[in-house]
């Protein structure tokens, strides 16, 4: 399996992060800033799972790598919603205005009005996390099992480690 041209992409994206969050000075929206670095930590993470062969874990790293930058963008655009992100947890009311004001389609808006290709990307890469991992559903759970069926035996295996080519190969092109 030939994966160089995967990790010399893979590394792009690294060294872009690097590169914007060492020149992140005096940012003019903290919670942005901050979600930017948080993003970069979960890439960081799909791509070590992805290079490990841990490809529903990869799905859910890469899922949480969008949601931050998607936040971080949001509120970047929408500066006033900081207080309302923040204000989550102050009670069942402020809990509804938060995840009203961060639903998907919300945070696609936003990208949207930034470029309407990158939003495009953004939903296509965001399902197919869904998809293969970040939520529970039949692609991510099944494509992970092995059942075994022998005259008195049942036997369901857990496929931890992916030695198949082609889902290895999916996740480290969707990491890329």
């Known amino acids: 399996m030939n994966l160089g041209g995967f990790y010399g992409v893979i590394r792009e994206v690294d060294l872009c992060f690097v590169k914007i969050t060492e020149n992140l000075t005096n940012p003019k929206n903290l919670l942005a800033a901050v979600l930017l670095v948080r993003s970069h930590a979960a890439y960081r993470a799909a791509c070590a799972t992805a290079m490990g062969t841990q490809l529903p874990e990869t799905f859910v790293l890469l899922r949480s790598c969008l949601e931050y930058a998607g936040y971080g963008l949001h509120l970047n655009i929408n500066p006033l919603l900081g207080e309302t992100w923040l204000k989550r ?73 992916h030695a198949n080519e082609t889902t290895v190969l999916h996740a480290l092109k969707t990491t890329a």
Do not use: C
């Not at 389609?105 to 939003?119: M, P």
């Not at 953004?122 to 992970?144: A, M, W």
């Open 89 to 161: 947890h102050d009670d069942a009311a402020a809990l509804r205005a938060m995840r009203k004001a961060f639903q998907a389609g919300e945070v696609e808006k936003s990208i949207s009005t930034t470029d309407t290709e990158l939003a495009r990307v953004y939903k296509e890469l965001y399902e197919r996390t869904i998809d293969f991992g970040g939520h529970p559903n039949l692609r991510g759970v099944l494509s992970n099992i092995m059942w075994n069926e022998a005259e008195n035996k049942r036997e369901l295996q857990q496929i931890y480690l």
